[in-house]
């Protein structure tokens, strides 16, 4: 695989200069900032990365207030007590994206969300220190005992919420794959653990986040 070097040389040619390049990046949330938010915005942000799926995200978020409304403003506590019979009558509510599916992923949500506090104090704090250096390990977990969080919802909603992950977008995962490391996209943990140690030693190079290498990478696919 090639080195950090060449990545932040190609990105440079491809931005012009170091301020348009550094422009372009994300940079994630300070861990006492992730241990700060509350669980009420980590089941928010959840829910609102599960409706965004497969939707257009404008759409969903003009509607995002409704959804804080029919959701008790996403209080855990709260939600977990609603009844399957609750969420059907959420169906008839016409302010809201009405898929069944993804409304009973909220209740479940929030259930992993208190089991979670339970045991690390708050669902922020469990997910401040997580370590990067195995990201793709906080996927799996969000994957396994959440609901409605495969293929890139875990990743994307990480990065909604400012904990530092890489994404494996259409043009990441080609660029893996340019560079050998994986041929397709990294759902097998064979793969993800191939993906996450291309990263990490990009990250040793460099110091960067893993967002922001993330980025850089995807600038390496040509359109």
């Known amino acids: 695989m090639r080195d950090y070097q060449w990545l932040y040389e190609h990105c440079l ?66 939600v977990v007590l609603m009844s399957g019979e609750h969420l059907e009558r959420l169906m008839q509510d016409s302010r809201i994206i009405r898929h069944l599916g993804k409304l009973r992923s909220v209740p479940i949500n929030a259930q992993m969300i208190l089991d ?13 220190q997580w370590p990067v250096e195995n990201i793709t390990g906080l996927w799996r977990y969000l994957t396994r005992h959440g609901n409605q969080l495969g293929g890139l919802s875990a990743p994307r909603f990480l990065r909604m919420v400012g904990k530092d992950t890489f994404i494996p977008s259409a043009d990441v995962v080609a660029a893996l794959n340019a560079q050998g490391i994986v041929d397709r996209v990294p759902t097998s943990q064979r793969d993800q653990a191939a993906a996450q140690a291309a990263f990490n030693t990009w990250q040793q190079q460099s110091g960067r986040p893993l967002c922001q290498l993330s980025v850089m990478l995807a600038h390496t696919v040509n359109h």
């Open 116 to 128: 979670v506090t339970h045991e690390h104090g708050s669902f922020g704090a469990f997910i401040s």
């Open 13 to 78: 040619n491809r931005f012009g200069s170091v301020q348009a390049l550094e422009a372009r990046l994300p940079r994630p949330r300070p861990d006492s900032e992730l241990q700060a938010l509350g669980d009420d915005r980590y089941l928010s942000t959840l829910a609102l990365r599960i409706f965004r799926a497969g939707l257009k995200h404008s759409l969903v978020d003009a509607k995002w207030p409704a959804f804080e409304e029919v959701f008790f403003g996403f209080d855990p506590e709260k």
